[in-house]
């Protein structure tokens, strides 16, 4: 492997624990499927932010890839709205669903449109 992969793979890997530490962190704070909620829409509003910024691709590794990849939780999504079809049935787990992919790409939509006009 070049040192350019080994670059790449660092980063993303850095990107990664602090991405997973903040997810931690949220979790403690706010519980539930709430603090799945919150990761996923400031994680993908984050994203979107940084798909939009002029940023090259150290950045888009660090905190795109990597950051944001580890931030943004789809198996405590997947968790949760299984979890709530057994708990409240199945209209209460649509519901979960439809709520989280909705302000995941609302909030996706909205960061990239923020830092599109802002410094586009």
Known sequence: MTAAPLVATALVGLG???????????GLRVGGRRSV???N???????????????GPTATLLFGVGFCGAF?????????TVRAASETGT?????VA???????????????????????
């Open 72 to 80: 943004t939780t789809f198996s405590s999504f997947a968790v949760g």
């Open 91 to 95: 209209r209460a787990a649509a519901t």
């Open 41 to 55: 829409a400031l994680g993908s509003f984050a994203l979107g932010a940084v798909s939009a910024a002029p940023v």
């Open 16 to 26: 990664g624990a602090l991405g997973a530490a903040s997810r931690h962190a949220v």
């Open 37 to 39: 909620l919150l990761v």
């Open 98 to 120: 439809a709520t989280n992919l909705g302000a995941a790409l609302a909030a996706f939509l909205f960061g990239s449109i923020l830092v599109g006009r802002t410094l586009g």
